[in-house]
């Protein structure tokens, strides 16, 4: 047994000797308060150099004890409690397990930070700490918290990327942002997949503000992602940005662009009522599913020969994204099960949805940015979500591998 465990003990048996109950919060707010009491006395001893009510061996030194004073502060398992926290008399001491005009333990912090990430407003925060904890907590400390995220986040904004991307996904989401006024600012996330199949967000950014994103816009962009270290990418997955097509072989010559084709089948139940969509996406099937582009051509002018009296901007829109979405057809059917959809950067943008409803609007775009930081930070702690995307993505590695042999040569020398 520790040293720690006999302490424990020790601490249980003379608790059930005085008849305390083992279970009360009391008992353990009491324990905790006592032990941070104990550690700062202990601390201070060392400052000094001599225990209390010792002379000072130190003949050079005037520095003593010179009382406490009362502080107030938040654990993260028994809530707030009152300790006295021992001063010295030239203020040279300077405790380490509640420091200077801290008011929370370590991880208090960090349960703020998961709140935020899960949509919580600061209120929402501080009314929550009120509730569980029994401790009143400032929107205005809440906020500077958070703020403590911005140097991590400008860290892994510009962190080194790998080499190769077998595909990258870029999606959109719309936040509320005051700037003057309160607007629907664009937000760009891009999720990569790298040769062993694992996904990570590789960026994220603010849309400019007006006319929308343009070729500029996605050109620098993807010079970013060059210049963090990505020398190649395969495919490059998204629903019809504007300008990013013209863009992409400017940076990577030989990257395929490929049109979403979950987004293509939902936009086109835009233009019909729901009583129909059953019907329309049965009849799209054949298009997506064709095995060459000729068979999926036909199927399109099938579609419109049933469809289009009703309802002709559904095959327009197909016909005008054609050139983004044939690539897709021309591989085999694992590699499609990869391109299908934007599905894995899809569940993201959703989940930064869920959480932004309750946000209302953000105060500025870096509060937006921050935000989404945090929600990315916060994904898949358990891992189950990576374990069940690298088990799908195994059988379309081995299809890539065959398919870009020249460009993996890492994968196809094994």
Not at 41 to 50: A, C, K, P, V, W
Not at 157 to 170: C, D, G, H, K, S
Request: hydrophobic residues 40%; aromatic residues 10%; proline residues 4%.
């Amino acid at each position: 047994m520790t040293t720690e465990h006999q302490l424990a003990q020790n601490l249980i048996t003379q608790a059930k000797e005085q008849g305390l109950d083992l279970s009360s919060d009391t008992l353990l707010k009491t324990l905790t308060q006592d032990i941070i009491q104990a550690a700062l006395d202990e601390e201070l001893t060392d400052h000094l150099g001599y225990p209390k009510h010792a002379e000072n061996p130190n003949q050079t030194s005037q520095n003593t004890r010179n009382g406490y004073r009362t502080k107030r502060i938040l654990t993260d398992t028994v809530g707030p409690i009152d300790i006295k926290v021992p001063r010295d008399r030239d203020g040279s001491f300077e405790p380490t397990i509640v420091p200077k005009r801290a008011r929370r333990l370590k991880n208090v912090d960090e349960i703020i930070l998961s709140l935020a990430a899960k949509g919580l407003t600061y209120g929402d925060i501080a009314a929550h700490f009120e509730q569980i904890y029994g401790a009143s907590i400032s929107k205005d400390t809440i906020s500077r918290i958070t703020t403590t995220v911005l140097d991590q986040m400008n860290e892994w904004a510009a962190r080194p990327l790998e080499t190769v991307y077998l595909a990258v996904f870029i999606d959109a989401i719309y936040l509320k942002v005051r700037e003057g006024q309160v607007s629907n600012r664009p937000f760009y996330v891009a999720m990569g997949v790298n040769v062993e199949g694992a996904r990570d967000v590789l960026g994220i950014w603010a849309g400019p503000e007006g006319a929308g994103e343009s070729a500029k816009f996605w050109l620098q962009i993807l010079t970013e992602l060059k210049n963090r270290g990505t020398a190649d990418i395969f495919y490059l997955v998204c629903d019809g940005l504007t300008g990013l097509p013209e863009a992409v072989n400017a940076v990577y010559e030989r990257t395929i662009v490929q049109n979403c084709v979950i987004h293509m089948i939902r936009n086109s139940m835009h233009y019909a009522p729901r009583q129909h969509w059953e019907a329309i996406c049965r009849d799209l099937k054949p298009v997506y599913q064709a095995v060459t582009e000729q068979a999926a051509q036909a199927a399109l002018e099938a579609f419109g020969q049933k469809w289009d009296e009703k309802y002709p901007a559904i095959s327009a829109l197909w016909w005008r994204r054609w050139e983004e979405f044939i690539p897709f057809l021309s591989y085999e059917m694992e590699v499609r099960r990869v391109l299908y959809s934007t599905n894995a950067i899809e569940s993201l943008n959703a989940r930064l949805r869920r959480s932004a409803r309750s946000r209302g609007h953000f105060v500025s775009e870096e509060s937006a940015l921050k935000f989404m930081y945090l929600t990315v930070r916060s994904l898949d702690p358990s891992g189950a979500g990576a374990r069940r995307w690298m088990t799908r993505w195994k059988p379309a590695l081995n299809a890539f591998a065959i398919v870009f042999g020249d460009r993996l040569p890492q994968v196809a020398g094994r």
